[in-house]
Every structure is written in structure tokens, then in C-alpha cells.
């Protein structure tokens, strides 16, 4: 199967080798907070995702009272904490939460502490936390005075925050991208078939064009979420990071399918590893 590589030119910041003093700190911490009971798999999705893309230090913050596991057996790497613990940390520099948070009044305020706290860094919002804007004023007024917010929505979540249905968000999408990206002062990728991603402060809009129907299972918008946290976090611009970021998800999910023999029963947990091999593929052609 054919991977597009016009990407990594158009994104240098993302596709540049490492400089050879760099340490770990140099590449960033994200927190990633979501995961609440019976969710849990989507911020090991999302954590999992960035410690491929390369963070330096990944925190996973579960929205519920005690740590569902003390451990990512697969991951030990990953470092776990309550989503309240999370909160007072000082030394994060990107934020990611949304992915499995759930919509109750509890989460209404983790999401409200975020926007807070994170006022002065890069910030995914994605899955609930998009419903709980859509749903919430408070929240979404705190969002527009974000001045570094990313937004992820699915057909469904864009149709929520526009307060129109699907059908009118998948019949005009690249209105309904700039529609959103204005609404929020935000950058935002509209998923699905050819992803669009747009900036409210930048004229251009992106159309992604790698990714196949493989993606349409379950956790793979939550390794989309860590991998553009990820990026963020190592410093590169929202813009391009989230545009590379989805370029990098969806040819990794190209590249699975061209080993699996189609596109059939990719899991999500399997990107991850195939955005580290695509990343690290496209810095080695450019050198
Ligand atoms: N392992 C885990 O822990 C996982 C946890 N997860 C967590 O689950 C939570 C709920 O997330 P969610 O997206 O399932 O619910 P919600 O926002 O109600 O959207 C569903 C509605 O949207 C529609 N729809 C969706 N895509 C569409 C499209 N492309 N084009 C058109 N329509 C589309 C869809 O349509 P339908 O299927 O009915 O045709 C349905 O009506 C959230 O916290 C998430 O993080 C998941 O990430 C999975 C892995
Ligand atoms: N048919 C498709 N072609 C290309 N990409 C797809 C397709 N279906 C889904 N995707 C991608 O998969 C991801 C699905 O995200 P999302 O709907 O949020 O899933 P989840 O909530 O299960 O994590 C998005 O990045 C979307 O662009």
C-alpha cells in the first residue's frame, strides 16, 4: 500500500533527528487525563502513543478515586496518578484530556481545572471532554480563552459544538472545521476519511490523505490524541503538530495494513508502534 510522503517535508520540525546532547527533558512531559472506571483503556491508548512518538516523560491521570492497576505491565515506562494529583503538578509542559473522562459532574470539574491550569501550554481536547463543552457554557467560555487549544472531534463531537447534526457537519465539512476553529480560537482536526485540520490565526487548510478504514475501530482517535500531545510536547507548534500528527496516525495505520494483507482487525494498540517506525523512517529519508 502506498504511504504519502510529501508530509514530512511540508513538517520539518516533527521528521529532525535528535540532537546528540539532548537528555530526556528535552523532549517534554505530557499529562494525559481521562480513563474513568471502565475507560480506562483510553489513556493507556493515549499514553502508550506518546511514549512511541517520543515524549520524554508521559503521566496517565485516571479520573477515579484509586489507580485502577499499579502498573502498565506493558508499559512501566508510562507513570500513573489520580487526575487530582495530576492537577498540581508544575513541570508539565502539554496537556491532553477528554479520552474516556466521562460526562458526570465529576468530570465537569477535572475538565474546568484543566482549562485552568493549563492556560500557558499546548492542550488536546478531545472525545468527552468536546461533549462537555458542547454541553457545558462554563467550560466552553473557559475554552475560548485558551490561548493554546487543540480540538479533535469526530463527525458526531463537531456536530454537538456547532449545535447541528452529523449529516449537515459531513456535507460541508471544511466549513464546519473553520466554523468550530473560529468559534474556539483553536487549532482543529475534523476526523475521519481525509481528515481536515484548520487554525483559527493561519488561512490554510490541511486535508490529510493517509489512512484507510482500518482506523474505524475502537481507541484509535485516543493514539491520535497522544500522538499530537506527544508532539506538543516536544515543543513543536500546534499546527505542526497536529497536522503531522494525523499524518503520522493514518500512515502508520497504512504501513499495519500493508503487513496485516488489508485493513481488516487493526487493532489500536498496534499504531503506536508503527507511528514510532514511520517517524523514525521519514527522519532517516531526510537526512
Ligand atoms: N478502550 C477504551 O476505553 C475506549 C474508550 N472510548 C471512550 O468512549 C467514550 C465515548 O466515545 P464515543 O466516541 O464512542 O461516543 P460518542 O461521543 O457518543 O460518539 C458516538 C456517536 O458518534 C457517532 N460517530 C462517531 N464517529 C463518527 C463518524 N466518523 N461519522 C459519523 N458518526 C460518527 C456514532 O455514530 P453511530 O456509531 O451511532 O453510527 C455515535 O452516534 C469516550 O470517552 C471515549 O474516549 C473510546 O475512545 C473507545 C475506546
Ligand atoms: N474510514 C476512515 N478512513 C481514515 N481514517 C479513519 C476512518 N475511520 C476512522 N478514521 C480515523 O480514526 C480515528 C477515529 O477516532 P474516534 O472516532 O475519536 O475513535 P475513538 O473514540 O474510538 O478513539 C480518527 O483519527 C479518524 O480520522
Same mark, same amino acid.
Given at each position: 500500500? !502506498?504511504?504519502?510522503?510529501?508530509?514530512?517535508?511540508?513538517?520539518? =520540525?516533527?521528521?529532525?533527528?535528535?540532537?546528540?546532547?539532548?537528555?530526556?527533558?528535552?523532549?517534554?512531559?505530557?499529562?494525559?487525563?481521562?480513563?474513568?472506571? @471502565?475507560?480506562?483503556?483510553?489513556?493507556?491508548?493515549?499514553?502508550?502513543?506518546?511514549?512511541?512518538?517520543?515524549?520524554?516523560?508521559?503521566?496517565?491521570?485516571?479520573?477515579?478515586?484509586?489507580?485502577?492497576?499499579?502498573?502498565? *505491565?506493558?508499559?512501566?515506562?508510562?507513570?500513573?496518578?489520580?487526575?487530582?494529583?495530576?492537577?498540581?503538578? !508544575?513541570?508539565? +509542559? *502539554?496537556?491532553?484530556?477528554?479520552?474516556?473522562?466521562? &460526562?458526570? !459532574?465529576?468530570?465537569?470539574?477535572?475538565?474546568?481545572?484543566? &482549562? $485552568?491550569? +493549563?492556560?500557558?501550554?499546548?492542550?488536546?481536547?478531545?472525545?468527552?471532554? &468536546?461533549?462537555?463543552? +458542547?454541553?457545558?457554557?462554563?467550560? =466552553?467560555?473557559?475554552?475560548?480563552?485558551? $490561548?493554546? &487549544?487543540?480540538?479533535?472531534?469526530?463527525?458526531?463531537? /463537531?456536530?454537538?459544538?456547532?449545535?447541528?447534526?452529523?449529516?449537515?457537519?459531513?456535507?460541508?465539512?471544511? $466549513?464546519?472545521?473553520?466554523?468550530?476553529?473560529?468559534?474556539?480560537?483553536?487549532?482543529?482536526?475534523?476526523? @475521519?476519511?481525509? +481528515?481536515?485540520?484548520?487554525?483559527?490565526?493561519?488561512?490554510?487548510?490541511?486535508?490529510?490523505?493517509?489512512?484507510?478504514?482500518?482506523? /474505524?475501530?475502537?481507541?484509535?482517535?485516543?493514539?491520535?490524541?497522544?500522538?499530537?500531545? *506527544?508532539?506538543?510536547?516536544?515543543?513543536?507548534?500546534?499546527?505542526?503538530?497536529?497536522?503531522?500528527?494525523?499524518?503520522?496516525?493514518?500512515?502508520?495505520?497504512?504501513?499495519?495494513?500493508?503487513?496485516?494483507?488489508?485493513?481488516?482487525?487493526?487493532?489500536? $494498540? !498496534?499504531?503506536?508502534?508503527?507511528?514510532?517506525?514511520?517517524?523514525?523512517?521519514?527522519?532517516?529519508?531526510?537526512?
Amino acid at each position: 500500500m !502506498e504511504i504519502c510522503v510529501n508530509a514530512p517535508s511540508m513538517f520539518p =520540525s516533527v521528521f529532525m533527528p535528535r540532537p546528540l546532547d539532548s537528555h530526556k527533558g528535552t523532549f517534554g512531559t505530557l499529562a494525559i487525563i481521562g480513563g474513568s472506571q @471502565g475507560m480506562s483503556g483510553a489513556i493507556v491508548l493515549a499514553s502508550t502513543a506518546a511514549v512511541y512518538t517520543g515524549c520524554g516523560k508521559v503521566w496517565a491521570g485516571f479520573h477515579q478515586k484509586t489507580l485502577p492497576m499499579p502498573i502498565i *505491565a506493558q508499559h512501566p515506562e508510562i507513570m500513573l496518578a489520580c487526575a487530582h494529583e495530576l492537577l498540581i503538578r !508544575e513541570d508539565i +509542559s *502539554a496537556w491532553v484530556t477528554g479520552c474516556g473522562l466521562g &460526562l458526570d !459532574e465529576d468530570a465537569v470539574i477535572v475538565l474546568e481545572k484543566v &482549562l $485552568s491550569k +493549563s492556560m500557558n501550554a499546548p492542550l488536546l481536547l478531545d472525545a468527552d471532554a &468536546l461533549t462537555l463543552l +458542547s454541553q457545558r457554557p462554563q467550560l =466552553s467560555t473557559l475554552a475560548q480563552q485558551h $490561548s493554546h &487549544l487543540i480540538l479533535t472531534p469526530h463527525p458526531t463531537e /463537531a456536530a454537538r459544538l456547532l449545535g447541528i447534526s452529523t449529516a449537515d457537519i459531513q456535507a460541508d465539512r471544511h $466549513s464546519a472545521v473553520k466554523a468550530i476553529a473560529q468559534k474556539y480560537q483553536a487549532t482543529v482536526v475534523l476526523k @475521519g476519511h481525509h +481528515s481536515l485540520v484548520y487554525a483559527f490565526d493561519n488561512d490554510t487548510l490541511y486535508t490529510n490523505h493517509s489512512g484507510n478504514p482500518g482506523l /474505524a475501530t475502537a481507541g484509535s482517535g485516543d493514539v491520535l490524541s497522544g500522538v499530537i500531545g *506527544a508532539l506538543c510536547a516536544q515543543g513543536i507548534d500546534n499546527w505542526q503538530a497536529t497536522c503531522a500528527g494525523v499524518w503520522l496516525h493514518g500512515a502508520a495505520a497504512d504501513y499495519l495494513a500493508s503487513q496485516i494483507g488489508g485493513e481488516i482487525g487493526l487493532l489500536s $494498540s !498496534e499504531l503506536p508502534h508503527a507511528v514510532r517506525y514511520i517517524r523514525n523512517r521519514a527522519i532517516q529519508q531526510r537526512k
